[in-house]
DNA sequence: CTGAAAGCGCTTACAG
DNA sequence: CTGAAAGCGCTTACAG
């Protein structure tokens, strides 16, 4: 009686067959099930007996039950994937990339969305290694991060992706971000622009840091001395945070007749004050961006920007991941994908 | 000696403590671990010995093995969700939604995306069913999906999202297309249009055939009556396929003077073939979009499109599906949302 | 209030 | 080539 209540409340659970089942139709014991079922244990098997359990295990429908497999093998095949905000258009290919890759090694990927608060990406993180992750890939990572030390410190293989930490002692995929400055001055420079500031990104970050040291080298190689009130930074990668520091850019430098931005979605901020006060880009300020974002070619004017091959970014820290993962690589290595520039109607000659 | 190459070869796994470990350190049973660390059964406990495991469990680091626990307990608290594409920018709020949720009931998402191919969606999915998940997002289904009818048939709780099947068997999250096309319908008929045309998407979609349907009512009631070649659909919700029905649309249709789009994605398509054309918009054409996906504002003009609250979406399809899982309520019902017009540069008087 | 035992569903040395 | 047993790390009736 009791047995049939359970039946019926719980039907899914139900009927979900186990070895045993499977063990019990074909008539073999349940290792053999086992073993019949995982292609590398297969040829130990006579073909008879591998067949009359493939066919039993396809009769019932079974689906073996994936959390008793990894508890057993100590191996999740499920990798954890931490975002600082999956509305960031850049997150959506690297996605794509980590995703494609993983899924033909058979492994699934748990994102995680943990914003930019380190205690709440910590609370994530834990719960992603209780649920077994056998990888990370960061998205998150500051320059120096504490949650990279006490991942490093558990043990866990992890990659870090978009961004780096300073003292690189993780693997990282990052594009080059000086080449993608040089490309943005050098274009500027070639089209006439002796005034050429920089919106810049959070120094806290990798990315923020990388592009106003770019941003510097490539026009002081011009003979370009960037005067402190050239320099503006943004104090995150948000439009919002664009239009802020794109309003005091453009109070301290009323003069500069180019600007290279260390993000798209600071370059549209921009946009959005120079609409305000009625400027217009190209004519008054020509502008670059950096990432080539899905539909900045649509945005007016279409934006000029330095393309960053985001899918690739993630499909090569798959990689890296179940390399680590499978102990055939150490880490401390970084993948540095080369930008290239997008000529679009946000620059032309200076005024 | 075997034993140290093992702690050097696995270190994570090695430093990795069980109950077992915790419960020696504070003088207990295991079960009694389990009990302290378990808020819901802590009480049971004299407050002295669940303080001594919980202090215990701190000084180690304990971090609890849930796939051990969910083996257990017959509860992963993990859901799956299936997307057709990550990249479409509609998805990144609604995962958002879901997940903060989620979050909140520490309920983790496995994300995958499964596509548009029927048979890689169903792969997806049985992997997700071999991990345990205890229930599942669908976003991708059509109106007549046979993935439906296997996960009803598996009983795996289930919500679709966005997109709704015909039958409506399953729960469901999605917007009053009806409503947002009468919207749509009325701003250009207020503003003087009286040749409007559709350009829709897949009609084995429910999004593509409720918004056919809800243009030619709301046409209807305006006396309109939409000649079959002012109607014209995309082969798929995409850029691309938007600019191909876009250019027959234009062929066929080339007095129109308004145009009410399935999906901005669409609608960016049919820009494309604007530009190329040398057409202006709103001068030639005035163009709502649907859906007020993210940077629709900033794209040249700037597009009116109806606004569906899609992290709201994500949101009602974790409670719903929260709740189903808990056994709390039933399947087959439908939350509709109220869209909104959002007027912008891309509709105007018509020439 | 706490302990001892059983068992979730697998896999894998160990025999034979 | 196949079986029987042990065990992965938890939780939860069942005792006491």
Tied chains: 1, 2.
Excluded: W
């Amino acid at each position: 009686m009791k047995e049939l209540e359970i039946g019926c409340t719980n039907k899914a659970v139900n009927e979900r067959y186990t070895v045993q089942d499977v063990a019990k139709r074909a008539g073999v014991h349940a290792s053999t099930v086992s073993r019949a079922l995982n292609p590398a244990t297969r040829h130990r098997l006579s073909e008879e007996v591998a067949a009359r359990v493939i066919a039993a295990a396809a009769e019932l429908g079974y689906v073996p039950n994936g959390l008793a497999a990894s508890l057993r093998t100590r191996r999740s095949e499920t990798i954890g994937v931490v975002l600082p905000d999956i509305t960031n258009p850049v997150f959506p290919p690297i996605l794509q990339g980590l995703e494609a890759v993983l899924a033909e090694e058979r492994y699934v990927a748990m994102v995680a969305n943990a914003g930019s608060d380190n205690d709440r990406q910590r609370l994530v993180i834990e719960r992603l290694l209780a649920r077994q992750v056998d990888g990370l890939v960061l998205a998150t990572v500051t320059r120096h991060d504490a949650i990279v030390d006490q991942c490093l410190k558990a043990g866990v293989p992890l990659v870090v992706v978009n961004r780096s930490e300073a003292d690189h002692r993780v693997s990282s995929v990052v594009s080059d971000d000086l080449r993608g400055m040089r490309l943005a001055v050098d274009h500027l420079y070639g089209l006439g622009h002796r005034r050429i500031g920089h919106l810049g990104g959070p120094q806290n970050l990798s990315t923020g840091k990388g592009r106003l040291e770019g941003f510097l080298s490539a026009a002081r190689d011009h003979g370009l001395d960037p005067a402190s009130s050239d320099l503006e930074l943004a104090s995150g990668f948000s439009r919002e945070a664009g239009r802020e520091a794109a309003f005091r850019l453009l109070e301290h430098a009323p003069d500069l007749t180019g600007v290279v931005v260390a993000n798209d979605l600071l370059a549209l901020g921009l946009y959005d004050v120079l609409a305000a006060r009625g400027l217009s880009c190209p004519g008054h300020l020509s502008v670059v961006g950096h990432n080539d974002m899905p539909f900045v070619d649509m945005v007016s004017p279409p934006l000029t920007t330095v393309r960053i091959r985001h899918r690739e970014m993630g499909e090569q820290a798959a990689q890296l991941l179940l390399r680590l993962v499978r102990g055939e690589a150490q880490g401390g290595v970084d993948v540095v994908l080369k930008p290239d520039l997008v000529v679009r109607a946000s620059t032309a000659a200076p005024r």
